[in-house]
């Protein structure tokens, strides 16, 4: 059965030129699991925006959309709140009230269920989304994975037939994003919700969808399963064949033929036939490393203990690191294990209550603000906003320079120059919040880089990017890092990490277990690496990038 | 915090019991209500929150009783019964003693009943009570109490940003720092207003708005809540008779006078225990039940 009908539907937003969506014609079926791609602003949200009439937004509007047969509008607004199931892409924003039951049956007081028919329904998403053991807890206490499951939860509970959902694990760690896919294939599988998603994170959702969906620039260019689409998206060479699972590109770079693997499974498989019989030189792995570096050390830590309160367990223990000047050094592992504090530690914010820390030979905790945060130490936060502060990205830049004696032309040719560097020229005029995620990532980091840092620390800057602005920001840091610039990165990103950190260091349980060169770290890892290097660690451990993996491939006759 | 089994009951009759005890401690300076609503708000607060609740009575109550006891008779010379002369001629008056003792008591009573009503009365029991109302309302407090966190959470990120570019509001000369900290609440405004849209839509994607709007909670009301709620009904309305009789007044100036003590008299100061000690009755119960539960097994 036909649940959406999508017919030649063409959107504009009130005073813009070009149309978001240009003659998109769908047709989604029930029970399927419809997965859309794009670059960021290719139109995906507001696409998205149309399946559910409450947030449809304003605009010049022509075709049609059906739901289950009649045109979408014509629906009672009861039956479209609760079978048209809505989750966006903040796990935070989208909790309304304090607690976890709250929230759960917040959905069913709307629609004005009996306070039995609640504890029912309430009950039932509970066990069935294993919420029961904190379901009395306050949303405050939960991690963003667990706030994104009681997003899907309090949906689920008024009983959709569609389930539509907006980049759900855009802000989610790589762990937690895995096991909200898994629920949603779950959901899939065992209840034959009908799942609608946009995501771009596609390695682990690809397996589980049915179709694949590309859009560019509003209208659809690529619609069919998942293998078939990555493939004509190689044969039309388009820019977002950089975001398929690796498996798909090896195998494209390698010169395709043969359907293309989509997992790792597959990939494993698919590459022990190719290079079947050819003997490969493989590659010890060289797990020392403690390499001559004659750098001069730009950051240290020696013995460093920390705790958040005086009865609180210890967050960090017995931490040792040290960067050298001009390194790129990425910092991996889970969520909780003391990243994020090891990098207030390293700027100064949080003090240890044992151990050392230098920076430039300084202990930051004593040093004047003044002085370190200018020409030495530069922090890019982990969400970008919290730095803007006026009405255009222009002033914002230009208030950075604002304490500096520098004459006007002077402050003016440093910004041209960062806004040349961080390619904002077209964005000057907007107001930060008005950019995307990648774009704001690079105005905060030209904001930063006005203050002439020698070190960069960066908290996540992946997070939420899709491959396109990846790409772009890992070029603007090499670029930097070219310059002389050190760079101390903090990453979920295996794959970013891999292909653009010198030297990596996985934390657990607040110190670092195991420090490299990239790629003799994730070569000496089995399970903490890159999918390239899952896929032919078994030819070559030290094959970590796609594009080695390629190479392997060229090379053996 | 040890389990209080007074907290599991549905919270109209929390609600009821404390708005009852809250009431009468104040209205009620007769020295024999006093002492009882005393001791049990003492006891009640031991059971609820033990060492600590020792350490705030005599750390803070006890000091606090004995200041509000001699604060009253310096400046008050009402009274009939004078004991001596000040050296500025002022007399200090029996009367005038034991009214500043009698009001002390009162502020310390009421005040630890306070605390026993944030240790049972939670967040989310208020909201319900609340919710009964007005319903609109009881969603409000939700909503407050999950942005509350939120937003100071928020702002410790905010500053915490401001800081590694050297403008914090703990950094530079005063004037620099009070710009810094409005710059801080500016970023914080612009933040609040833009993620509250996404809140918004994610509201009105589950329905929020459709007419008749019901309000679902946790609590049920069974026969042990009512039998409670009974039980305190007909101990209220002795006290308030006894009230009504004169038992429970006491007239302090010019010279002291109060009911002599009589058999209705004690009806209604038992009534008053019993009230007061509700709580601390119902746990000892349960602990002897449970340990007759525990012995058999």
Known sequence: ?557 | MKRDAFSGYHPIVNFVYFAAVIAFGMLFMHPVFQGIALASSVIYSLMLKGMRALKFNLLYMLPLLLIAALINPAFNHAGVTILFYLKNGNPITLESILYGIAAAVMLVTVIIWFSCYNAVMTSDKFIYLFGRILPALSLIFSMVLRFVPRYKNQIRKISHAQRSVGRDATQGSPLQRARNGIRIVSIMTTWALENAIETADSMKARGYGLPNRTSFSLYRFDSRDRLTLGLQAVLIAVILAGAALGENTIRFFPSIRMEPIAPFGGIVYAAYGALCLLPVGIQIMEDIKWRSIASRI
Request: net charge negative; proline share 5%; with cysteine.
């Open chain 1, 1 to 557: 059965m036909e649940i959406y009908r999508i017919e030649n539907l063409t959107f504009s937003f009130p005073e813009q030129e070009n149309s978001a969506l240009s003659s998109i014609d769908l047709s989604i079926r029930s029970g399927e699991f419809v997965t859309i791609c794009g670059k960021s602003g290719c139109g995906k949200s507001t696409l998205l925006r149309h399946l559910k009439p409450a947030l449809t937004p304003h605009g010049r509007r022509e075709g049609e959309i059906l739901y289950r047969g009649k045109t979408i509008g014509e629906w009672d607004a009861r039956t479209l709140a609760s079978e048209i199931g809505y989750v966006l892409q903040s796990p935070d924003n989208q909790i309304v009230t304090d607690k976890v039951w709250h929230e759960l049956a917040f959905g069913l007081e709307s629609l004005g269920f009996d306070t039995p028919t609640i504890r029912l329904r309430v009950a039932e998403m509970a066990s069935f989304f294993g919420i029961q053991t904190w379901f009395r807890r306050d949303v405050a206490e939960l991690s963003g994975g667990q706030k994104q499951l009681l997003n899907l939860a309090s949906v689920m509970a008024m009983h959709p037939a569609v389930l539509v959902l907006d980049e759900p694990t855009s802000q989610l760690d790589p762990i937690a994003a895995a096991e909200f896919l898994g629920t949603l294939s779950k959901i899939n599988r065992e209840l034959g919700t009908t799942i609608v998603l946009t995501e771009h994170r596609l390695e682990e959702v690809l397996p589980v969808s049915d179709r694949l969906i590309v859009l560019d620039q509003g209208s659809v260019i690529a619609d069919d399963t998942p293998r078939a689409a990555g493939e004509k998206l190689q044969r039309l060479e388009h820019p977002m064949f950089r975001s398929m699972p690796s498996p798909m590109r090896i195998h494209a770079g390698v010169g395709g033929g043969t359907p293309a693997p989509l997992t790792v499974k597959e990939g494993r498989q698919w590459l022990d036939g190719v290079l079947a019989g050819t003997p490969i030189e493989k590659r010890e792995v060289d797990h020392r490393s403690d390499k001559e570096d004659k750098r001069p050390v730009a950051i240290e830590l020696k013995d460093v203990w920390f705790k958040f309160d005086k009865h609180a367990p210890d967050t960090i223990k017995d931490l040792s690191l040290k960067v050298r000047e001009g390194q790129f050094f990425g910092i991996v592992g889970g969520n909780g294990t003391g990243k994020t504090t090891t990098l207030s530690l390293i700027s100064g914010i949080l003090k240890p209550y044992r151990g050392k820390i230098r920076v430039g030979g300084e202990d930051p905790s004593q040093a004047r603000p003044g002085k370190l945060f200018r020409g030495r130490l530069g922090v890019l936060p982990q969400n970008p906003q919290a730095l803007f502060v006026k009405k255009t990205v222009e002033l914002d830049l230009l208030e950075m320079l604002a304490g500096e004696k520098l004459s006007a032309e002077r402050k003016e040719e440093r910004i041209r120059e960062v806004v040349r560097f961080a390619e904002l020229e077209s964005l000057l005029q907007s107001h930060p919040y008005d950019l995307s995620g990648g774009e704001q990532q690079r105005a905060a980091l030209a904001k930063v880089l006005l203050l002439e840092p020698t070190v960069l620390l960066l908290d996540e800057p992946t997070k939420g990017l899709d491959g396109f602005f990846k790409e772009k920001l890992g070029e603007l840091l090499k670029r930097l890092n070219e310059e002389g610039k050190t760079i101390v990165m903090v990453s979920h990103d295996i794959e970013f990490c891999a292909k653009y950190a010198e030297e990596c260091a996985m934390f657990f349980d607040g110190s670092v277990i195991s420090s490299n060169q990239t790629a003799e770290f994730f070569a000496g890892n089995s399970f903490y690496t890159t999918s390239a290097n899952r896929m032919a660690r078994h030819l070559d451990p030290m094959a970590v990038t796609e594009e080695e993996v390629i190479r392997l491939c060229r090379t053996s006759p």
